[in-house]
């Protein structure tokens, strides 16, 4: 098990007056029963009560919300180089320890590296995710949403966060893999990613690194599970390497890099944190989005019927086409409304590596910073009636263009913005144009659906829904 990068951070003097962090002053422990009671509507209400700026804890996290757009611009983007991704845990007398629990599973990859590392697999892997390859995808996509839903029944229940799951995989390995996914990999892909992204949580708490190399028969389980998907992607690497790495693929590309100055190529390891990070971060969070996107139009049938129109009167039945996208507003609008209210990366986290002022607050070197999506897509400063599921915000006069870059921000920003962003929209827009096109989702009558904020946000038990095939 590793959880690295660690190293002890050093809080230094505050530079600058002390201003109190709102949420401080005795607040603590309401705030810790409110996080605790139901973190997403804890989180909105503190920033309702507190400002943009909130203390949240101070041990094991010296931990602050931060909510506003500028100040979460500043942080991404204008001052990215005074933080790291992650958090920094302290103990009691330790000066705190960084950890990065992503890195248990996906090594040193994308997601998780940082510095001249990044710089360089960011460079190196952009080509994948070019325009033109992305328009190249499009049939792909629409093909195999097309193949998911021609084997559904009229009147079927489904867990429509599986379908959505098992699609997005599906379009993930075949255009940057060019391999197909059998149920197998799937399964083990899902183990994986339920034993350890649970684990995350724990990994707030000291001795999280020792317990997880301890025999213990939770954390056998995400060995094993992690053993197995390690399987999977050397499985995958052997055979590109086998058949001499000339496809066009994320793994030939990997495999066939050298660096300018040494000609020396990447190890396997490398290769396999890499592979595991694109096939992880690229099919589970466009799964959510059209999983949630699905739940709101079975909540909301003036926008589902307001959508089949758009669709039946550009698609006229048949399949979409890259080039279709352009003609379908009001389809991209309904997924971006529904990544405002359900965000698939719901917060995202990094701590100081320098004294700063955040937000007009001085926060010492150490401090974890949440920047979280799901509450900034539901400030009403930024979004009128914010609980509202409201397509229609995205078109014409209503498409804001006052409102701050950072009141919307479902990808990220900076030099770690989501490099999938352009992927994940044409695909999320094409699945959804080829299913709504023919088919409806019912909600069950009485069921509760229950988002869970863990890595990413997923309903916490599926979400079944009725299928029903348009007449
Ligand atoms: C709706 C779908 C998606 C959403 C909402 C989403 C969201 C995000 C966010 C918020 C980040 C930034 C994390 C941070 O800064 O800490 C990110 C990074 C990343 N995403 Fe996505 N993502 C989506 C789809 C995809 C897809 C389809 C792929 C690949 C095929 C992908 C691959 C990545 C990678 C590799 C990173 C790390 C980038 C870097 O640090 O350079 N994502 N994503």
């Known amino acids: 098990m590793t959880v690295t990068p660690s190293a002890a951070v050093t809080p230094g003097p505050v530079p600058v007056r002390v201003r109190t962090v ?50 979460i611009a500043d942080v991404l983007v204008g001052s990215h180089r005074s933080y790291r991704r992650g958090f920094v845990r302290r103990g009691p007398g330790s000066r705190g ?29 952009q080509p994948l995710f070019h325009h033109q390859r992305i328009f190249e995808y499009g049939e792909t996509f629409a093909a195999i949403a097309d193949a998911r839903a021609a084997r559904w029944r009229d009147g079927q229940r489904l867990d429509v966060h599986d379908e959505m799951i098992e699609m997005t995989l599906a379009m993930v390995t075949k255009t940057l893999f060019d391999a197909d996914t059998d149920s197998d990999i799937v399964a083990v892909i899902r183990a994986a990613i339920s034993e350890n992204t649970v684990a995350a949580r724990k990994a707030l708490h000291a001795g999280f690194e020792l ?56 190890d396997d390891t490398q290769v396999r944190d890499e592979a595991l990070t694109i096939m992880l971060a690229g099919h589970e969070t466009t799964a959510n989005a059209l999983t949630w996107t699905f739940h709101l139009l079975g909540r909301h049938p003036e926008v589902a019927a307001a959508l089949r129109a758009e669709l039946d009167s550009v698609l006229a039945g048949r399949c979409p086409t890259v ?54 897509h539901r400030d009403e400063k930024w979004w009128p009636e914010p609980e509202r599921f ?35 929209r044409t695909e999320g827009v094409l699945a959804l144009a080829t299913i709504a096109r023919h088919w409806t989702f019912e909600p069950v009558p009485g069921l509760e659906i229950t988002p869970e904020p863990l890595v990413t946000l997923r309903p916490r038990d599926g979400l079944p829904m009725t299928v029903r095939r348009r007449g």
């Open 323 to 376: 080039a279709d996208l352009p003609r379908l507003p009001f389809t991209d609008a309904v997924l971006n409304e529904s990544m405002r209210l359900y965000p698939p990366v719901w917060a995202m986290s990094r701590y100081l590596v320098e004294d700063r002022v955040v937000g007009g607050y001085p926060l010492p070197a150490g401090s974890t910073l949440l920047l979280s999506q799901w509450v900034v």
């Open 211 to 266: 317990l997880e190399r301890l025999p213990l028969p939770s954390a056998r389980r995400r060995r094993s599970s992690r053993q197995a998907l390690d399987q999977v992607v050397y499985g995958l690497i052997e055979r590109r390497r086998r058949e001499g790495a000339q496809g066009q693929d994320l793994l030939s590309l990997l495999l066939s890099a050298r660096d300018a100055d040494t000609g020396d190529g990447m």
């Open 390 to 424: 409201d397509p229609e915000r995205w078109i014409g006069d209503r498409a804001d263009p006052d409102r701050p870059r950072y009141a919307y921000f479902p990808f990220g920003g900076g030099p770690h913005q989501c490099i999938g962003n352009s992927f994940a």
């Open 22 to 71: 709102p949420g401080s002053a005795g607040g603590l422990r309401a705030a810790r029963k409110l996080l605790r009671a139901d973190p997403l509507a804890g989180l909105v209400r503190l920033r309702q009560t507190h400002g943009p700026v909130v203390r949240l804890s101070s041990r094991p996290l010296s931990a602050f919300l931060v909510a506003d757009p500028d100040a």
């Open 97 to 125: 320890t960084a950890v990065q629990p992503l890195t248990m599973v996906l090594g040193q990859g994308l997601l998780t590296s940082s510095g001249e590392l990044h710089r360089r697999q960011r460079r190196l892997m």
